[in-house]
């Protein structure tokens, strides 16, 4: 046990340790519960507030649920692999292999210091050979099934750096970390098909219990457009081009087209006199980040090619240009331009002096402002003239397709998903090239294909891997010939698509899981994480779910049913916490000072659970407070039972009391299953009050006041856990409060008896008077207008109306 919590935090979390009082039990899954939270980075800054936050609350729900008969399955472990360790390695000569096990073993004291119910005995660390076999065994089911495959692709590439740049990493065209410009490189890069299973991932989402706007933007991310594929011929040429279009209905308003100045076909109708003007547009264009390229404010940029092509529909000739807003990666990399009905188009033949055409009309006759991008009615459009967009779309579309010109077609906003990396620390690729062979996938009974210790991983622009020999050379599997290895590695992200599968069966040698265990623990029931994974991993994961299932492994269609998102802690001045601004909140001193389970509470009592907000000293001391005022409550209570000699009926302040009990039983059930901890966490502090005015009383029910302390152990125990189970202990139990039932809730104790009700008399309040809770509306009129006081303010008068709000009081109008 590490340096961390109160004496009592490491009494209980080295019992409950030996106990083993967590281990799930794979007996018995009729009432199993997966609950599961992002595992997180081995960072040299360690736990923060951030990951407390994620595991300190789900932590409570997942104890609730024990306590509710759930067989509750938390495991954790580390997403071991990536950049950071390769960075901090380079800067610091530490080896990303020895600084990350090192991390760990920090992270894990400090994980085991929060006292959560971890399955610990289900750890996977995903740089351990023992679980990268299996990431790397998933790699070749998938090149087996045709859904990895490697092609040719630009990307962004520093000169200075001599690296690859993720998109991110490219701020204004140039390189983030020496401001030298980026071009692109054409590289051979391993791609996964995610693509293929595009329809199937948006068509799923509205069943998951997952956030809106995640939902939201996984379907923006892949982002499905239904519209045309239309053939242009070019002039004097055999050439020809598809462009896809969301507006076909507009096809007779196309005024000129437009090529990405990466499409193959440039070169080829570029015109002579156009060459040199092209070139240099081409290089200024690949300097270009995505993002940039698709700004709508961004000045349009582009030139002309000297060539013309022919619009299918009318056989105008209309000018073929390049320009950088029109992407190589969407659709077909060009499109058919119309100014009068697309803003982009718009703002490019304004600047450029292209000719702009009305096709489309709001109204029949009525001629809106240009451009105008709305459905609407065909205009100087031949044939086609009166019709409206929808139908427009269909006729034109048949009319080419008749003449083997156009189709309608379904595009993605998704791409395939790129994941190789030339760098060091991830899982290798399991690939063998062999010059006569060719790719050769590694034999499943030779993995794992080890990453090697001894590499210079200093970046110089290749693989790491390259550079050992020793790694690099291997005999090809099929000829027995030499051959050499595929040196780049996995994207991290690949080892995190499949983590949720390994869990429950992560001690298996002989494959990556049993589908039988799997299938009947997964999906996993409650999933929390970071909002930040929404369109990444998140969506590899579904896809990894939906490839496994495919090929025969998985019965189940989606790994995460139901998902929850943690807000975020910010520093106190309501920043995101970061180092460099001195912000940080560290989760270690605190505990030191206040135990672990008032840091836990004050996450769960000063925010909303999926909000969050900026961190408060005196929010955490209040919580302090609040648990000590509980102590001196539960304390003055024991003695009072000890002490013994109380009465035996049940009164007033009995009924009081249990009102309060069964409150707050009821509320903490129902809003901790909501995870909304800090309304459960209110209704907590309502019942000590309530307790602890019962403490007052002259004569006490200690029978009642033992089952009552017992009942407000049990609903505190997953909030505070180690203060709990001290609790528990002292107040006379030798079994762990874990071990018991969660209470519940008696209806009839939450109606009360007698209610107060205020009499007014012309709106002003004269008195007050206890009726009984279920009195009809006719016996509240008859006693308040029996009450003495009443009576005497009502003699002489006529009483015209008598209002009647029941529990609450009574109008009566005189004149
Ligand atoms: C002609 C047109 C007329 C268009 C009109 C729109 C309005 P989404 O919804 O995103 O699929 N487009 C097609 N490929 C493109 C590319 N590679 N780079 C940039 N833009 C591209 O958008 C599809 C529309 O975006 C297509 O429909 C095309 O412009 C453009 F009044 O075609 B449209
Ligand atoms: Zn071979």
């Not at 590499?455 to 005999?475: I, M, N, Q, R, Y």
Request: aromatic share 10%.
């Amino acid at each position: 046990m590490g340096n961390y919590g109160t004496a009592v935090d490491k009494k209980w979390q080295e019992k409950w340790e030996k106990e083993e009082l967590y281990k799930f039990n794979p007996e018995n899954l009729d009432k199993k519960l997966y609950t599961l939270e992002m595992f997180s980075y081995p960072s040299g800054s360690q736990l923060h507030a951030g990951h407390w936050f994620n595991y300190g609350p789900v932590d409570t729900w997942a104890r609730l649920k024990r306590m509710q008969g759930y067989n509750v399955f938390q495991p954790m472990g580390f997403d071991a692999f990536g950049l950071p360790a390769e960075n901090f390695a380079i800067k610091t000569g530490i080896h990303p292999q020895d600084s990350t096990y090192k991390n760990i073993k920090t992270m894990e004291e400090q994980l085991k210091a929060m006292g959560a119910m971890f399955n610990w005995e289900s750890e996977v660390v995903t740089c351990d050979p023992e679980y990268y076999k299996w990431t790397q065994w998933l790699f070749l089911q998938l090149y087996k099934k045709g859904l990895a495959y490697r092609k040719n692709a630009p990307v962004n590439w520093c000169p200075s750096c001599n690296t690859v740049l993720a998109n991110e990493q490219v701020v204004d065209g140039a390189c983030e970390r020496c401001n030298t410009e980026v071009t692109k490189k054409e590289l051979t890069q391993w791609f996964l098909k995610i693509t293929d299973y595009a329809d199937e991932l948006l068509d799923k989402l509205d069943d998951l219990d997952w956030p809106e706007k995640t939902v939201a933007m996984q379907k923006h991310w892949i982002g499905r457009s239904t519209g045309a594929e239309v053939t242009f011929k070019v002039k004097n040429s055999d050439l020809s081009f598809d462009v896809f279009t969301t507006r076909v209905d507009t096809l007779n308003g196309v005024t000129y087209v437009v090529l990405a100045p990466e499409n193959k076909l440039v070169d080829k109708l570029t015109a002579d006199e156009n060459k040199a003007a092209v070139e240099e547009y081409k290089e200024l264009a690949a300097k270009q980040s995505e993002i940039e390229r698709q700004s709508i404010t961004k000045e349009k940029t582009g030139v002309f090619t000297g060539s013309y092509a022919i619009n299918p529909i009318n056989g105008r000739e209309v000018p073929i240009w390049i320009s950088d807003y029109v992407l190589a990666t969407y659709g077909t990399g060009a499109v058919m331009a119309v100014p009068a009905h697309d803003e982009r188009d718009f703002a490019f033949a304004t600047k450029f002096n292209l000719p702009i055409e009305r096709v489309i009309a709001a109204k029949k006759g009525e001629e809106t402002e240009l451009p105008y991008c709305e459905h609407g009615v065909l205009v100087n459009s031949g044939e086609f003239d009166g019709l409206e967009t929808a139908e427009a779309k269909e006729k034109i579309v048949e009319k080419l397709a008749s003449q083997n010109l156009g189709s309608m077609k379904v595009n993605f906003r998704l791409r395939d998903w790129l994941v190789s990396r030339q760098r060091y620390w991830g899982a290798p690729i399991p690939m063998i090239y062999c010059d006569k062979c060719g790719t050769v996938p590694v034999p499943e009974d030779q993995l794992p294909v080890k990453l090697p210790y001894d590499v210079e991983f200093a970046p110089d622009g290749k693989s790491p891997l390259a550079k050992s020999e020793e790694f690099k050379k291997c005999t090809c599997p099929q000829c027995g010939g030499e051959a050499t290895r595929e040196c780049d590695t996995l994207d991290t992200f690949v080892c995190s698509s499949w983590y949720y599968l390994r869990y429950p069966d992560s001690k298996n040698s002989e494959k990556a899981f049993d589908p039988e265990i799997i299938n009947k623990m997964l999906p996993v029931d409650k999933y929390v994480g970071g909002p930040e994974h929404a369109c990444m991993h998140l969506l590899y994961a579904r896809f990894i779910t939906k490839a496994l299932r495919d090929m025969g492994y998985l019965t189940f269609d989606e790994p995460f049913t139901s998902l929850t998102h943690q807000g975020l802690i910010l520093g106190p001045d309501g920043l995101k916490m970061s180092k460099s601004k001195g912000n940080t909140i560290s989760p270690d001193d605190y505990i030191k000072q206040h135990g672990s389970d008032v840091f836990r509470m004050y996450l769960m009592f000063g925010f909303a659970y999926t909000e969050g907000g900026a961190w408060s000293d005196d929010g955490i001391k209040s919580v302090a407070r609040f648990v000590d005022r509980i102590e001196r409550t539960l304390d003055s209570a024991n003695e009072a039972i000890k002490a013994g000699n109380g009465k035996s009926t049940i009164d007033k302040a009995e009924k009081e009391l249990n009102f309060w009990r069964h409150t707050a039983i009821k509320g903490v059930s129902e809003d901790g299953d909501k995870m909304q901890f800090n309304t459960a966490i209110a209704r907590m502090m309502e019942f000590v009050n309530a307790l602890s005015k019962y403490m007052q009383e002259e004569t006490k029910n200690l029978d009642f006041l033992k089952e009552v302390i017992l009942d407000f152990i049990r609903l505190l125990a997953p909030f505070a856990p180690h203060f709990s189970e001290e609790q528990w202990n002292l107040a006379g139990n030798a079994t762990s409060v874990f071990n018991e039932a969660w209470p519940t809730f008696d209806p009839k104790a939450l109606v009360k008896d007698e209610v107060e009700i205020a009499i007014q008399i012309n709106g002003k309040i004269k008195n007050r008077i206890n009726v009984a809770s279920d009195l009809d509306e006719e016996g509240i009129k008859a006693a308040a207008l029996n009450d003495d006081v009443i009576k005497q303010n009502t003699e002489g008068k006529t009483v015209v109306k008598v209002i009647v709000i029941k529990g609450r009081l009574v109008n009566i109008v005189v004149k």
